[in-house]
């Protein structure tokens, strides 16, 4: 599986942002699918994720303020960013899992897609 993580760009405080990611190479219709996010000089941290049912959580940071989905005829998983904060600025990575479950730590990933950068300007 093959992930390709699309939609960062620069966006002032309070606004939204839209990233894609599509999955090639491979189905991720029954896997579990995640964003995480890296910022300068931290660890990468869980954001976002949706299990093969659909079923969505959040980071306590962002609930509330940030939506994902996935469309698995189009093999893609969205995250929708709204209200958005300067210490939302990152770079933005998805990834893919076939465990089952709601899954918070990047080592239970095996798939990744190479990053997207989103800055938030205050």
């Known amino acids: 599986v093959q992930l390709q993580a699309s939609g960062g760009g620069l966006v002032q405080a309070g606004g939204s942002l839209r990233l894609s990611c599509k999955a090639s190479e491979g189905t991720v219709s029954r896997y579990t699918l995640a964003w995480f996010r890296q910022a300068p000089g931290k660890e990468r941290e869980f954001v976002a994720g949706?299990?093969?049912?659909?079923?969505?959580y959040y980071a306590d940071s962002v609930k509330g303020r940030f939506t994902c989905s996935r469309s698995n005829a189009k093999n893609t998983v969205y995250l929708q960013m709204n209200s958005l904060k300067p210490e939302d600025t990152a770079v933005y990575y998805c990834a893919a899992t076939s465990r089952i479950g709601s899954t918070y730590v990047p080592n239970e990933y095996y798939y990744w897609g190479q990053g997207t950068l989103v800055t938030v300007s205050s």
């Open positions: 949706v299990r093969w049912d659909s079923g969505t």
